[in-house]
């Protein structure tokens, strides 16, 4: 005899064991350079990228960022596809990777990037 009553709750305790779980992706900005330099990703799974910046630094990365599939809130916080930081600033950034490629990453601040404050993400 079905039981109706327990679906709804197996199934939500399905779908939650089989989410992945987030990986965090630690990122320091610092006098033109960002560290690592390379980020790889794996398509579909989803992070937590933690930017943490020595001295006033943007992270940019427009084409990923339009990609990647994220909540609303979070999409909010990306200007242009960038997010700001002040010396000694922090940011989580959650997202889902998006389909594999290369993705530019860089300081927009004046000469940053021409200093080589450049990177990529690279989603497998």
Same mark, same amino acid.
């Given at each position: 005899?079905?039981?109706?009553?327990?679906?709804?709750?197996?199934?939500?305790?399905?779908?939650?064991?089989?989410?992945?779980?987030? $990986?965090?992706?630690?990122?320091?900005?610092?006098? #033109? &350079? %960002?560290?690592?330099?390379?980020? $790889?990703? !794996?398509?579909? $799974? =989803?992070? !937590?990228?933690?930017?943490?910046?020595?001295?006033?630094?943007? #992270?940019?990365?427009?084409? %990923?960022?339009?990609?990647?599939?994220?909540?609303?809130?979070? &999409?909010? &916080?990306?200007?242009?596809?960038?997010?700001?930081?002040?010396?000694?600033?922090?940011?989580?950034?959650?997202?889902?990777?998006?389909? =594999?490629?290369?993705?530019?990453?860089?300081?927009?601040? #004046?000469?940053?990037?021409? %200093?080589?404050?450049?990177?990529? #993400?690279? !989603? &497998?």
């Amino acid at each position: 005899m079905p039981l109706p009553h327990l679906a709804a709750p197996i199934l939500a305790l399905l779908v939650t064991a089989a989410a992945p779980a987030e $990986q965090r992706i630690e990122v320091a900005l610092s006098n #033109f &350079r %960002f560290t690592p330099a390379t980020i $790889q990703l !794996v398509h579909g $799974q =989803p992070y !937590v990228l933690h930017l943490s910046s020595r001295g006033g630094h943007s #992270f940019a990365a427009r084409a %990923f960022f339009a990609a990647a599939t994220m909540p609303a809130a979070e &999409r909010a &916080r990306l200007k242009g596809g960038k997010i700001e930081l002040a010396g000694g600033e922090s940011a989580d950034i959650r997202f889902v990777a998006p389909a =594999p490629g290369t993705y530019p990453i860089k300081c927009t601040h #004046f000469l940053h990037a021409g %200093f080589g404050m450049t990177g990529k #993400f690279v !989603v &497998r």
